[in-house]
C-alpha cells in the first residue's frame, strides 16, 4: 500500500508518522516551497486527545521532543472585563501527565516537530490541482508543475480551502460563521509583563466586552530564550532533547504574548480582510477605546508583521458518503471555528484514527469506511459545538438584547466562579469535553 497525502499540516503529518512507523509507504504533498513559509495562527491547545494521537503516531523519541518544546503550561482559565476586572478565575490541572494533560504549543515549532525525519517523505513547491481515480484501484494526483503521483490511497489533509474536496465532496460547503478576529503577537519584555495581572500572565483570559467583542490572551514562554539558548534551569532530558533538535533551526518563535480580537464581522470595516498590520492595529485600538488601558497598550505593542485578519468559516454538514480511495481529514472535511478550540486536536485524532483502521489489516476500501463511519458523526458534532459558540447571529451580538446576554454571560461565570462545587464541575466538564476519555471525547 502506498498513501498520498496532501497538506503537510498537523493531521497530514500525524498521519505520515504514524503510517511510516507502521511501516506503509506515504509520501506527502505540500504546497509551501518550505518548511517555514505561510503559517498563520500562534497557540494550539493540545489536549489528551491530541497528545494520545501524537504519542500513538510519532516516534517516542520525536515524542519527548514534543513535550520539550512546549510551552509553560497555563495555570488559570480566567474570565475578565474590557477594564480588567476578573468575573472568575479557574485554577487548571499541572501538565505532569505525558497524555492526560493540556498543552500550549506554537504552531510553528508544532510543525517543525512534525516535519523533523520526514525529509524524505515531504514534498514541498507541490501545488495540488486534481486527482484520478483509475480501475485498477489506485489514485494519481496532479501538481501546478506538472508533475502526479500515484498510489493507492489519496488523503485530503489540505486545510479549510481543500481542493481534493471541492472534487470529490462539490456538495460539501463552507459558509461564513459571521465572525471576523483579529490576531497578533507582542513580545514578553519587562513593559508587557508588566501589563498583565499575575493570573493573567501565567494563564489564558478570555475578555467579553459590550457590543459583542471577545477577546482571548494567551502567554507563552518556551525554553529557550531569545537568541535561542537553552534557558538556565532546563536540564536532564528536555535538554538533550532539545540540543538534538534540529527544527530549533527552523524556528524563530520566541516568548511572546499572543491576542485575539473578534466580533460580529459587521462590526468590522468592509475592507478588513485587506489591510496590513498597522492598519489592523488601529481598527482593534478604535473597537476598544473604553478598554482598560493596559490592554490597549498592548494592542498598540502589537508586532505589526504578526498582525492579520481571520474570516471565521465553518463547514456545512453533509451526509455520509460512499467510501473510495480518497479521503479527507482535520479541516478539509470538519472546518469549525475556534469556538471551542477542537479544531487541531480533532484533525490529530482523525489521523490516529485512520493510522490504525489502514494498519488493521484490513483492505483499503473497508478501511476507508470504517474510519469514515466514525470520523463523520464525531467531527460535524464538532463542527456543531463551534458554531455555536461562535456565531455573529448569536443574541450577544444583536444591538440591544447583546447587553442582556452580556450580562447572563458574566452572571454565570461569576457565579461558576464563586461555587466551589460549580467551580469543580466546570473544570471537570472543560477537560472531559477536551478528551480526557477516548471513547467520549472528540478533542480540541
Known amino acids: 500500500m502506498h498513501v498520498i497525502v496532501i497538506g503537510a499540516g498537523t493531521g497530514g503529518m500525524c498521519l505520515a508518522h504514524g503510517l511510516r512507523r507502521a511501516g506503509v509507504s506515504v509520501a506527502v504533498y505540500e504546497r509551501d516551497r518550505t518548511r517555514t513559509d505561510n503559517l498563520y495562527g500562534y497557540r494550539v491547545g493540545i489536549d489528551s486527545a491530541g497528545n494520545r494521537a501524537l504519542r500513538e503516531c ?3 523519541e520525536l515524542f519527548g521532543t514534543f513535550l520539550a518544546t512546549c510551552a509553560r503550561a497555563p495555570r488559570y482559565f480566567n474570565v475578565l472585563t474590557e477594564k480588567r476586572r476578573v468575573t472568575a478565575s479557574f485554577p487548571l490541572r499541572p501538565d505532569d501527565d505525558p497524555v492526560n494533560s493540556e498543552r500550549s504549543v506554537s504552531r510553528m515549532t508544532l510543525r517543525q516537530v512534525l516535519l523533523t525525519g520526514m525529509e524524505d517523505v515531504v514534498h514541498f513547491g507541490k ?27 489519496l488523503v485530503a489533509a489540505d486545510g479549510t480551502g481543500s481542493r481534493v474536496r471541492r472534487q470529490y465532496l462539490p456538495h460539501a460547503g463552507i459558509k461564513d460563521s459571521g465572525i471576523v478576529a483579529i490576531s497578533a503577537k507582542v513580545p514578553v519584555t519587562e513593559e508587557t509583563r508588566a501589563l498583565l495581572t499575575p493570573e493573567m500572565f501565567h494563564g489564558i483570559s478570555s475578555v467579553f466586552a459590550p457590543g459583542g467583542l471577545f477577546c482571548i490572551w494567551h502567554v507563552m514562554e518556551f525554553k529557550w530564550d531569545r537568541d535561542g539558548g537553552l534557558k538556565h534551569g532546563v536540564g536532564g532530558n528536555e535538554r538533550e532533547l532539545i540540543e538534538r533538535w534540529p527544527g530549533l533551526l527552523y524556528d524563530n518563535t520566541r516568548d511572546y504574548i499572543n491576542w485575539g480580537l473578534s466580533a460580529a464581522a459587521r462590526r468590522f470595516p468592509a475592507d478588513v480582510m485587506r489591510m496590513d498590520g ?28 504578526t498582525c492579520f485578519p481571520v474570516n471565521i468559516r465553518t463547514s456545512v454538514p453533509v451526509e455520509p458518503w460512499r467510501s473510495t480511495n480518497v479521503t479527507l481529514l482535520g479541516d478539509a472535511i470538519h472546518t469549525m471555528t475556534p469556538g471551542q478550540g477542537v479544531g487541531a486536536n480533532t484533525a490529530l485524532r482523525d489521523a490516529m484514527l485512520l493510522c490504525r483502521q489502514l494498519t488493521s489489516g484490513k483492505q483499503v476500501l473497508d478501511a476507508v469506511a470504517a474510519y469514515e463511519r466514525e470520523m463523520i458523526p464525531y467531527g460535524f458534532a464538532r463542527v456543531k459545538d463551534s458554531l455555536a459558540r461562535m456565531n455573529g447571529d448569536a443574541a450577544i451580538h444583536k444591538p440591544v438584547i447583546g447587553r442582556a446576554a452580556l450580562a447572563m454571560t458574566r452572571a454565570f461565570f461569576g457565579v461558576t466562579g464563586r461555587v466551589p462545587a460549580l467551580k469543580r464541575k466546570f473544570v471537570d466538564d472543560l477537560y472531559t469535553y477536551r478528551g480526557a476519555d477516548e471513547h467520549t471525547s472528540g478533542g480540541m
Open 127 to 153: 501545488e495540488f490541482t486534481r486527482y484520478e481515480q483509475h480501475g485498477d484501484g489506485t489514485v494519481t494526483a496532479h501538481f501546478a508543475d506538472g508533475t502526479s503521483a500515484t498510489g493507492d490511497l
Open 278 to 305: 498597522k492598519e489592523l492595529v488601529e481598527v482593534a485600538l478604535g473597537m476598544t477605546g473604553s478598554w482598560h488601558p493596559d490592554l490597549r497598550r498592548l494592542f498598540a505593542l502589537a508586532e505589526p508583521e
Open 58 to 60: 510519532l516516534p517516542p
